[in-house]
């Protein structure tokens, strides 16, 4: 009992780091109805300006220079009032003018401005960590044994004074009634004289500083590193949600409670009795655990989830059905295979990465842009389906085409599955329940040593049919013979225009009108006897067998399956490049499949434009909050260039998608 | 005002707020190019005040690179070796390409290059993904001019990479990681780097009558590979260890030391080795006042971690190369450290992976030298060559053999030795080198 209290104290340290982030992301969320991603990357950026100004007196810049050190108090409030400064900057110029836009839209942002603070801090400080300056100094204290550093102690009562104070501004401030008063309804809030932008960026400010400053006071109890603090953002999500979006105090207490929570599991891992793998504990058990208490959270309280009552009714992209399906997928496809077979191999090999990418987005088309329901866990579905198809091969001997008929299969179970908690909770609070189960399928069932990849990734052989090598180093009579195969590509091509094809069939069909239904309105289409249940069942399961084909072929493309293609990272950054390209149709997963990492885009800026890949993540995050801004519903509905519009002919019958508006494009015929 | 009105307003005001965000941008990465990247151009500090002052000792560079200490440049036509890197992401090493040019400029300027043939890199970066593996795998074997490849530790890429290659060309590698470094085809690793714990860490934790050991590790699979090959060693030589992970991506050491028992053990063994553990190590062993010794890879201390924490924590570090902090009584750390001086710049970072890359890049100027004129442009004769050679290691052991390693078949040396640190500079070694055998 006495350790179980030792180790529940030590876990108040990344308890905190959670609860302030949390804290954080349930005050943006109040003042502005966005899932703050980037509020870990706040608290980065805070711990990394104070370290600059308390090491070298210089202000992030080393050209900033102020003197060879700043005492720890100025440092520290120059520190957060420069993080206050850039969270109002980035609500004014971006979340606010997302405001007529889907929360997934304000999501996006914030994983952009996430991309972004950590791209400017590594290409600053370098990806490796510094140690930050303390400011909590102190002694050790004996807890039954056990050394406990105090500074942990008193960030608890840190925690606990910033909860109490934000909680009774917001609870007994005029500035608090008016954000209440907006967060409930914007429209009746401004009929009063209220102003939902100054509160937004009153709000926005607020999460800064909070994030900022306890970003400073918990760095130095681990390291200051671009990654650490940015990832601890995905347990304080967990935190926020069961708080409601609303309860500052259930958020502080349930992000410490999961700290405490983590440092209970290293403790209990290190008995004989824990299970294990491979002769070593189960790794990313804290992972399954928070998942399924954020699972029980929805389930328990889905239902009494706080919507934002907005000015403007935020919509997800109009999604207009495609005028043409056959004649422009032939054209590309022909056009595609013959610049597959004769470009050089460097095009090759990013036209690949672009259809496996294209393929990817698609099944997000499924998803969100018909289905409406945000989720993160297509990719690592993907990443199951090639695990799949590995183990077949190196167990049961089976290869193509029946290991991965087996893998899409296993995929869209658990996809169906995985739909179970979206029969109860939708939207963000959706995706967010998706982003732990990445997060867990990743560290529990990729990264096991025995059952997923483990070190050397789990191999997958090439593919083979009727004695035909298919395979990224098969040989093909055309071409210049080098790697990777045009056969390969042109494996991946067919897959990615059959799909394009079946997606946009289905959006014309009854069946995407029916999904169409349930997201304009799950009541409305209940009462005209639709069944959401059902139907958010069937498309999960189409996007997750989608999504199957493409870790089935990314595992081709790499000859094994490896945790690190199907990490939360990468998933962010896939749901980002949909987003971008336009997530609601099937010309929008082309063009996310042309800017996922390594895709044309990439190759274009390396090789014609000579770009470092160490500015890739700067340019994607910059890239990402500019389309997000100036075109929220994707590129792929944005009007085409004018010499492109007076080429098009008009088809009889169908109307023109230039000019589609959400409500034309949902009405379903049913 | 309609509330209509304020979107419509808002929406007419996009393009000059993302010019704004733009602008902003811009002069952020301007800035920081300006403020002192992590990475610089060695080439660059070549003429520098205190560059002039150096006296390389060149025997020692053509004891280990081959070739005559005559200080004549290298005239012929160039051989150009694949040189992967892994930089711009977390982790990031651009210390490794600093240490390769300098090694390649100097065996070109001072020792005459290869039989007369300057060494010229072919750079692949690989940033943090898998693709970025594959895409280098394919550039040096469609290269026509690329018979032989380099590579840094890498913590992603490497399954891709050597998966291309395919063992078509051979690679040698600085510093495996377990993994497909250790079992690639046609590649051989010139160091241990983590892994030499494996082989030498029982033996030194037996000299100095250690018994109950407190082990930490990251739960990622290629730290858990490794702890579980010492965890295994140690427990085979007697010794009882209790070993607790923690998640790969947190840094607060101080609950899975307490949970593995450091407090109480009679030795800690952190396996941990980027430059955000090793702080997150030091400061976790500070906060909870950890007297025991603490045996830590000598990957941890680098000039970062005596910035970071004002002075090297006063641990005992595993090395599989000479320790550069050091007194080394053999002359090669002095040699080390003067063609950097000259060649890698100012405050070149001499830790980390700059002393297994600038040690590599001297081996394979040694395999090339041993071979025949005729076969530099064979990958085949190279191969053979790389997986014969037997030493000595610049900076490193005295003899290699490929395949000598017990589950690490590409590895040609699993030797360790061990230093330990006492403060102000203060460092004292435990002896020699350890090898498995012993």
Redesign the interface.
């Known amino acids: 009992m006495g350790q179980l209290i030792l180790f529940i104290l030590l876990g108040v340290g990344p308890g905190a780091l959670i609860a302030a982030l949390a804290l954080s992301v349930v005050i943006t969320y109040r003042g502005s109805g966005t899932i703050n991603f980037a509020a870990g990357a706040m608290a980065t950026l805070g711990a990394y300006l104070f370290y600059g100004l308390r090491t070298g007196g210089y202000l992030f810049f080393s050209g900033l220079k102020f003197a060879s050190s700043l005492p720890t108090a100025p440092a520290f409030l120059i520190s957060v009032a420069v993080c206050c400064l850039l969270g109002l900057a980035l609500d004014l110029l971006v979340y606010q003018r997302l405001r007529a836009s889907p929360p997934l839209a304000k999501l996006i942002a914030s994983v952009g401005v996430l991309l972004l603070i950590q791209a400017v801090v590594i290409l600053r400080f370098g990806g490796n960590g510094q140690s930050a300056p303390s400011i909590l100094q102190g002694g050790v204290v004996n807890v039954f044994g056990g050394p406990v550093p105090d500074s942990r102690l008193v960030l608890l009562g840190l925690v606990a004074a910033v909860t109490v104070i934000v909680a009774a501004v917001y609870r007994y401030t005029s500035f608090g009634l008016a954000t209440r008063a907006a967060q409930e309804d914007e429209v009746e809030a401004t009929y009063t004289g209220l102003s939902p932008g100054t509160l937004s960026a009153l709000n926005a400010l607020l999460a800064a500083a909070v994030a900022a400053a306890l970003g400073i006071l918990v760095a130095p109890l681990t390291s200051l590193d671009p990654t650490t603090l940015i990832l601890a953002a995905v347990p304080a999500m967990g935190a926020a949600l069961f708080a409601r979006f609303t309860s500052f105090g259930v958020a502080a207490v349930v992000g410490l409670a999961m700290g405490m929570l983590e440092s209970v599991i290293t403790l209990l891992q290190t008995d004989s009795w824990f299970p294990t793998s491979g002769g070593l504990p189960l790794p990313g058990v804290s992972d399954v655990v928070f998942l399924i208490l954020i699972g029980i959270a929805l389930v328990w309280r889905g239902s009494r989830l706080p919507q934002r009552g907005a000015l403007v009714e935020p919509r997800l992209p109009p999604a207009p059905p495609p005028r043409l399906i056959l004649r422009p997928f032939v054209v590309l496809t022909v056009a595609a295979a013959l610049m597959l077979m004769f470009l050089p191999f460097g095009f090759r090999q990013a036209m690949i990465n672009t259809l496996i990418g294209g393929i990817a987005c698609l099944s997000l088309v499924v998803v969100t842009g018909y289905l409406g329901q945000v989720s993160l866990l297509p990719y690592a579905l993907g990443g199951i389906a090639g695990l799949v198809v590995s183990k077949l091969g190196t167990d049961a001997h089976l290869g193509f085409p029946a290991a991965p008929i087996l893998g899409i299969l296993a995929a869209t179970l658990l996809g169906v599955l995985s739909a179970l908690p979206a029969l109860r909770v939708r939207g963000i609070q959706l995706a967010i329940l998706t982003v732990a189960a990445a997060v867990a399928i990743q560290s529990f069932v990729l990264n096991n040593t025995s059952a997923g990849g483990g070190i050397n990734g789990a191999p997958v052989s090439s593919p083979s049919f009727l004695g035909l090598s298919l395979g990224p180093s098969a040989p093909f009579p055309t071409g210049d013979g080098q790697l990777p195969s045009p056969i390969f590509g042109l494996l991946c091509l067919i897959c990615f225009a059959v799909l394009c094809v079946l997606v946009s069939l289905l959006r014309r069909s009854a069946l995407g009108h029916q999904l169409l239904a349930i997201r304009s309105s799950e009541r409305a289409a209940s009462a005209i006897g639709l069944s959401p249940a059902q139907l958010k069942l069937v498309g999960f399961g189409i996007s997750s067998a989608i999504a199957a084909v493409a870790g089935i072929l990314l595992a081709y493309n790499y000859g094994s399956v490896d945790v690190a293609n199907f990490d939360l990272v990468n998933a962010l950054g896939l749901v980002a490049f949909a987003y971008m390209g336009g997530i609601t149709t099937v010309r929008g997963s082309i063009i996310g499949g042309l800017l996922v990492t390594e895709g044309l885009l990439g190759h274009y800026l390396q090789v014609w434009l000579h770009v470092s890949p160490s500015y890739y993540q700067l340019l994607a995050g910059v890239g990402l909050l500019v389309t997000v801004v100036l075109n929220p519903n994707g590129i792929a509905l944005n009007k085409p260039p004018s010499f492109l519009r007076r080429r098009r002919r008009r088809v009889p019958g169908v109307q023109p998608a230039a000019a589609p508006t959400a409500r034309t494009v949902e009405q379903v015929t049913l | 005002?309609k509330?209509?009105a304020?979107?419509n307003r808002?929406?007419r005001?996009?393009?000059p707020?993302?010019a704004?965000?733009?602008a902003?941008?811009l002069l952020?990465?301007a800035?920081?190019?300006?403020?002192?990247?992590?990475?610089s151009s060695p080439s660059a500090a070549t003429g520098s005040a205190g560059a002039a002052t150096v006296k390389i000792d060149n025997s020692i560079g053509a004891k280990f690179a081959g070739g005559a200490a005559t200080g004549s440049a290298a005239t012929g036509s160039p051989i150009t070796v694949g040189w992967v890197a892994q930089?711009?992401?977390?982790?990031?090493d651009?210390e490794a390409d600093v240490a390769l040019q300098s090694a390649f400029t100097y065996i070109n300027s001072e020792l005459g290059g290869i039989h007369g043939h300057p060494l010229v890199i072919s750079k692949c970066?690989i940033?943090g993904?898998?693709?970025?593996g594959?895409?280098c795998?394919?550039?040096f074997?469609?290269n026509s001019n690329v018979h032989v490849i380099m590579q840094v530790g890498l913590n992603?890429g490497n399954?891709?990479l050597h998966?291309?290659i395919?063992g078509k060309k051979p690679v040698l590698m600085s510093e495996p990681n377990?993994?497909?470094d250790t079992?690639a085809a046609n590649a051989v690793g010139l160091t241990s780097a983590s892994i030499s714990y494996i082989s030498s860490a029982a033996a030194y934790l037996k000299s100095i009558h250690a018994k109950k050991i407190a082990m930490i590790s990251a739960?990622?699979?290629?730290d858990?590979?490794i702890?579980?090959g010492v965890?295994?060693t140690l427990e085979k030589a007697g010794l009882q260890t209790?070993?607790?992970?923690?998640?790969?991506?947190?840094?607060?050491l101080?609950?899975?030391l307490?949970?593995?028992?450091a407090?109480t053990a009679d030795a800690v063994l952190p396996l941990v080795v980027?430059?955000?553990?090793?702080?997150?190590m030091?400061?976790a062993a500070k906060?909870?006042?950890l007297t025991k010794p603490v045996i830590a890879t000598g990957l941890c201390a680098t000039d970062?971690l005596k910035k970071?924490?004002g002075d090297f924590p006063e641990f005992t570090y595993e090395y599989s190369l000479l320790n550069a902090n050091a007194p080394d009584l053999t002359g090669q750390v002095a040699f080390f450290k003067a063609v950097m001086a000259k060649y890698g710049g100012p405050g070149a970072e001499l830790g980390l992976d700059a002393p297994y890359v600038f040690s590599a890049a001297f081996a394979l100027a040694k395999i090339l030298d041993s071979m025949s004129p005729a076969d530099l442009n064979s990958s085949a004769a190279i191969s053979a060559a790389m997986k014969t050679f037997t030493g000595p290691l610049l900076l490193g052991p005295p003899t290699l053999k490929e395949g000598s390693i017990l589950g690490f078949p590409d590895l040609a040396t699993a030797d360790g030795r061990y230093y330990t640190y006492h403060g102000a500079g203060d460092w004292t070694p435990s002896g020699g080198w350890i090898s498995p055998a012993s």
């Not at chain 2, 800035?31 to 990475?39: D, L, Y």
């Not at chain 2, 993904?129 to 970025?132: E, V, Y």
């Not at chain 2, 307490?258 to 028992?261: L, Y």
């Not at chain 2, 980027?274 to 997150?280: F, G, K, L, Y």
């Open positions: 005002m509330p209509n304020v979107v808002g929406a005001r996009v393009w707020a993302a704004a965000l733009a902003l941008v952020i990465s800035c920081s190019s300006s403020g002192g990247s992590a990475s930089e711009g992401g977390t982790p990031s651009p970066v940033v993904t898998d693709a970025q594959q895409i795998g394919q550039q074997l469609n992603n399954a891709t998966a291309t395919g377990p993994g497909p079992s739960d990622g699979a290629i858990v590979q702890a579980h965890q295994a209790k070993l607790a992970l923690f998640p790969e991506t947190g840094t607060d101080v609950t899975p307490e949970a593995a028992g407090t980027t430059p955000a553990s090793c702080i997150a030091g400061n906060q909870i006042g970062a970071a924490l």
